[in-house]
C-alpha cells in the first residue's frame, strides 16, 4: 500500500450547490483510486458516525445508501450498525485483521468556518475522526471525504442542531460520487 507519511497531503472542495459537484468529486475519487491500482485491494468504504446527532449522521447515512450497492466494495458503517468513537478502534482492528489488503475511503462529518458548511471535502491523506468535538480517536482512511456540516469551535452541542437538510444533502452527493466512481472504475 502507498505509504501515506511519504507524500503530501492535498484536500479538494466540492459545493453541493453545483449541480455536478457529484460527478465532479465521483471523478476525483475515481482518480485516487486508479492511482492506487484498487484492483489489487479490498475497498472498504467506511463510515464513520451515529444517528444520535443530527450532525453526525452523515457516515451512517451513505453507508446505508451503499450497503448493497456494489458487492466487491464492502461497506462498514451504517443507520443500523455505525462505526462511532466507542467502536470505531475495534471496527479497524477488524478490517485489517479480516480483510485481505484493505483500501480504506473514510467517510465523516466535519466542523469548519462558516463559509464552508455545506461543502464537501476529499482528501488523499486520513482523517481525525472526532478532531472536532476534541475526541483523540486513530486516524483512518487511504483517502477520506468529509461532509462539512456545522461551524468548528463552539460547543460540541451545536451537532445535535445541526440542519438535517444539509446532512441529507451532503450524504445523497457523497453516496452519488461513490456509486459514479465504482461504476466508472468496474467499466
Known amino acids: 500500500m502507498n505509504n501515506i507519511f511519504a507524500r ?7 459545493d453541493i450547490i453545483d449541480d455536478l459537484s457529484q460527478v465532479s468529486l465521483g471523478k476525483k475519487i475515481a482518480t485516487h483510486l486508479s492511482n ?3 484492483e489489487n485491494y479490498t475497498p472498504v468504504i467506511l463510515c464513520i458516525g451515529t444517528d444520535r446527532a443530527t450532525g453526525d449522521c452523515l457516515g451512517p447515512l451513505v453507508g446505508t445508501e451503499l450497503k448493497n450497492y456494489n458487492h466487491r466494495y464492502k461497506v462498514v458503517g451504517d443507520l443500523q450498525a455505525p462505526v462511532h ?3 470505531l478502534k475495534e471496527t479497524l482492528d477488524n478490517i485489517y485483521s479480516k480483510m485481505d ?3 480504506v475511503i473514510a467517510v465523516d462529518a466535519s466542523l469548519g468556518n462558516p463559509k464552508h458548511i455545506g461543502r464537501i471535502t476529499l482528501s488523499n491523506c486520513p482523517i ?3 478532531k472536532g468535538v476534541h ?3 486513530p486516524s483512518v482512511g487511504d483517502i477520506s471525504i468529509t461532509g462539512i456540516v456545522s461551524v468548528a469551535g463552539r460547543n460540541p452541542s451545536l451537532l445535535q442542531s445541526t440542519r438535517l437538510y444539509i446532512v441529507m444533502q451532503l450524504a445523497k452527493c457523497i453516496s452519488e460520487a461513490l456509486k459514479f466512481s465504482i461504476d466508472y472504475l468496474e467499466e
Do not use: R, V
Open 8 to 14: 503530501k497531503c492535498e484536500t479538494e472542495y466540492f
Open 36 to 38: 492506487a491500482g484498487i
Open 85 to 87: 468513537a466507542l467502536n
Open 101 to 103: 489488503n484493505p483500501y
Open 128 to 130: 481525525a475522526p472526532g
Open 135 to 137: 475526541k483523540k480517536l
